[in-house]
């Protein structure tokens, strides 16, 4: 079960104007679920994504960039329409693939009589595996008949693969009097070690951006949200997160950053985008416990990633943290060979740094703190949720990771499930 | 059990002339069992070695780094000694664990007469404890006492931690009409993604090749065995590879890479490094299957070795492995985001690369090999040996790397041991 995941209450999800959301049934792996989700987009929003640096990136996110592309150089005037089917991932297809990524975008295009390059595509699923093709095209009018504002919560479950629990959050700010509102969904579970987004994020806002300003927001909010997570160090060939803004509120037009509500839209955006990256830990495969692990002190962000997820990715960390152990020396060993990836760390001067389990300081000197007991270590490996805090003490650069622990489950789901 | 490790046979194990060894049982962790190993070596030896570069390294590293240092600077004639013990690494230790290191040598230079810069000192085992410094100084005499130049299979059970069989491997080569032997022996299990060498390898010739030389080779066979392998991706703070030439042959000495037998002497201790590590991998925790993964075509060594650890580390790619699922779309998935260790894979053509289980044909052209079928990949999988082979066709270099399943045994081991 997802480690202290609230269950979704679909009336807490505020439908955003401007965007209405459609599902069906399209038996693209399993009979008998929501499978195909189609997401309408209203005319002039602005629409920014980040995506997988994988280089075996799948068709979809080849065509989304190609079709974001075609927005900025005014081939079409915006994003109208996204596409998202679950079961399969269209990745490792070869040409196959980019044509039946097309072919999807172009029946759902004549069905909702937009532009095919205003229709952004996604899949999530298994790999190397042929779309079934005629199953989504049979699929897309049944979606887009059902396009409604307030399907939030039956996206949210659309989209799922490995999932066990779906995954949505709203929030509200206001901009002077006028009020907006972000919503947005996410799904994952495995391969997750993100390097632009995670598996699949949208977010939604009615509040009216700039696009060159959302596309800053995106890349801004995806690095501090959906790039700090890691479940089993992979990152999917698929990873996608995309930002709406559909200016439907009343509020004025948020242009740069000195403009009112700037600010606080920013940090919805940044709110509901770290509440379904976490979600996605605390789903993820095999999670009893959710990991925070906070890096103080350091030169640079990328030192304090680096050490986050080397503790954050180390299967000998993350089994310790499954056995409730308080395994200072794995911590220890995972922050020392953090410089293989980041060459500044090299003449990281391990006698200054600090080490705390919670609150409390364990490791200090090069060695474990004299204060600690060991028992206080151990209550604090029996909750469900860890925080791991290390003061480097070299600079003033800090970050947070997102990880969960590594168990048997995990061994099992992965050698039985073909991704 | 190892995966196809033969059991070791202390008559295969060719005594080194000017090498003896002796053992003591000192109670560190367990009783009765042998824990403390000392490695006599002759006057005027060559002796080389590379470390772990883990920045929370052991104190006996850095006390190694130091007297190998001495050497060099002509304060001490030679290396005249090796001392080690298991069941306590004696990392993480700060002040005291410094001491503790320089204690040990302190007792056995008085014991055998030798200054104390003369000796090497390595521990393996739990992390963050103190050395029993006196249960290692009352097993210092017994082990001195026990030397003999036969010990070679004992010495390999005496370094064990976690591993479930020692590993040992002698070879001959003739220089001319003389013999020379290399005899090595290795342990290691976890926490194994060795930077610099592995948790502890150690391998003695009778051959006589230059400080200078030796210095060369040691890295380069390091480079090309201990370096290659890889159980968890964790690198330990213990790695030690230590290469050892008495010149006690009546073979002539080496001084150059022109010299006779120069070719016959490295290849041969590349033979017995690469034999220890796979050893390592063969015995790594948990491990069902031995998978090597070999990548040519890269524009250079590091693309080609991460690549290889990127199919390698994958905790995706070795829990199918350990399910003997051909699952070709982890493999493409983990060549896919090697980039994100290596930045000139950043423009990888995905479609031109070639992957192959064994000598058949996966995947080409960005998806399956039209030719492949299920039922060949699933016979390769099957196996306990797994050949995995990447050609990029972008340059002309290549890598090897070494690897193991990930089992349910692996999270037992590692949820049950405190390192």
Known sequence: MPVNLPELNPASLTPIKGVRLGWAESNIKKLNRKDLLVIEIADNSSVSGVFTQNRFCAAPVTLCKKHLAAVKNNQVASIKALVINTGNANAGTGEQGML?????????????????????????????????????????????????????????????????????YSTQVKIGREQV???????????IHPNMATMLGYVATDANITQSLLDEITKEVADLSFNCISVDGDTSTNDSFIVIATGKSNAPAITSREDAGFKEVFNALLETSQYLAKAIIRDG??????????????????????????????????????????NLGRVLAA????????????????????????????????????????????????????????????????ATIWTCDFSYDYVKINAEYRT
């Not at 595996?129 to 008949?145: R, T």
């Not at 925070?292 to 089994?319: M, Y």
């Not at 090299?346 to 200054?352: G, H």
């Open 285 to 326: 495969e095999g999670a009893t416990k959710f990991i925070t692990v906070n890096v103080n002190g350091a030169l640079s962000i990328e030192e304090a990633k680096t050490i986050g997820f080397s503790i954050g990715k180390s299967p000998l960390v993350k089994t310790a943290m499954f056995a409730s152990d308080p």
């Open 100 to 168: 039946d990524a097309i072919t999807t975008c172009q029946h759902l295009a004549e069905n909702m009589d937009i532009p095919v390059e205003s229709i952004l595509p996604f899949s999530t699923g298994v790999i190397l595996e042929h779309l079934p093709i005629n199953k989504i095209l049979a699929g897309l009018p049944l979606a887009v008949a059902n396009l409604k504002n307030n399907n939030w919560a039956d996206a949210a479950t659309t989209i799922m693969t490995t999932d066990v629990a779906p995954k949505a």
């Open 335 to 398: 922050i020392g060979y953090a410089s293989r990836e980041c060459k500044s760390l090299e003449d990281l001067d391990t006698s200054l740094l600090e080490l705390y389990f919670g609150d409390t300081l364990v490791a200090e000197k090069g060695g474990r703190a004299a204060s600690y007991k060991e028992k206080v270590g151990q209550a604090i490996m029996n909750k469900a949720e860890i925080d791991i805090t290390v003061e480097l003490h070299r600079g003033n650069e800090s």
């Open 181 to 191: 509102t972000i919503t947005g969904i996410s799904k994952g579970a495995g391969m």
